[in-house]
């Protein structure tokens, strides 16, 4: 059994994987300590059989899967299940991370039981200048703490990337399928009642994100459509809070259902 499953969900894959795969091949961990799991969905060909191909070059533990349903929340959930690991780690197939990232998260998560928390940097595809995201502000802010409770940290639950994840933590939670967005932060609320602890790992283990402005996440949608989905994701948080009231934070529930609020507005606003 491995110690992390790194788990990679890939949709018709462009040259940025092989720099996620490299970040991964010069872990300063073990390669015996940790697996990858790249999940290819939707379109197989000719993406499969490139990366059957390129995955030679390293000497890393890389499992391929393939899914004929599209979707980064179904290949998530594929990637949990297949998952050997005690923890899971997530990362998109356009980011990297530093060398030192595994190794941190992993010295972290044995010291407490919880969630251990790395950097966050973002890198602006074109320009290729770096700037510190919402997730990096809110870690300068709270990682001299080392370890802080679940309130305190609520924003951080908004991705579930920059994480690693115990896997008895997980059980059988899984992503919800029919979400396009806010399904990150959707299932990491869900998790939240089983969470006694945030850890941080020191500011230099750093997951890069990289910001595109073709992304899923900047596609331009209507006002309706913004609030329809607002509305959806807000009554799926009620529902996971209403059932186990007793285990779930309702002040983490209230901030989650009011930042969805707002970033509706937002979004509908700065067009």
Known sequence: ?????????????????????????????????????????????????????????????????????????????????????????????DDWVSPNYLSELYDCSLTHHGIAVANVKAINDTTKEEHTDYLGRLFDKLHDQHTTGLL??????????????????????????????????????????????????????????RVRMNSASRQHLSCPTIFKEMATLQQRFLATYLSDIKHYNLLLFCHRILAIAKDAVQRCFSK
């Not at 992390?4 to 872990?27: H, R």
């Not at 990858?36 to 390129?54: A, D």
């Not at 994840?165 to 299932?187: H, Q």
Request: hydrophobic fraction near 40%; aromatic fraction near 10%; charged fraction near 20%.
């Open 1 to 93: 059994m491995k110690a992390i499953s790194v788990i990679i969900p890939t949709y018709k894959p462009q040259d940025y994987l092989w720099e996620c795969l490299e970040s991964l091949e010069k872990q300063t961990i073990s390669k015996t300590m940790f697996e990858v799991l790249i999940v290819l969905n939707g379109c197989k060909e000719p993406y499969y059989s490139n990366i059957s191909s390129q995955i030679k070059r390293y000497t890393l533990d890389v499992h391929l899967l393939h899914t004929d349903v599209a979707g980064v929340s179904n290949a998530r959930n594929m990637g949990i299940d297949n998952a050997q690991g005690l923890y899971i780690a997530f990362i998109d197939d």
């Open 152 to 209: 305190k940290a609520h924003r951080l639950l908004s991705s579930a990337c920059c994480k690693l994840i115990p896997k008895d933590l997980i059980t059988e939670t899984r992503f919800c399928t029919s979400l396009k967005r806010g399904e990150d932060a959707l299932w990491m609320a869900e998790l939240s009642n089983r969470i006694q602890v945030v850890t941080f790992t020191s500011p230099t283990a750093v997951y890069f994100r």
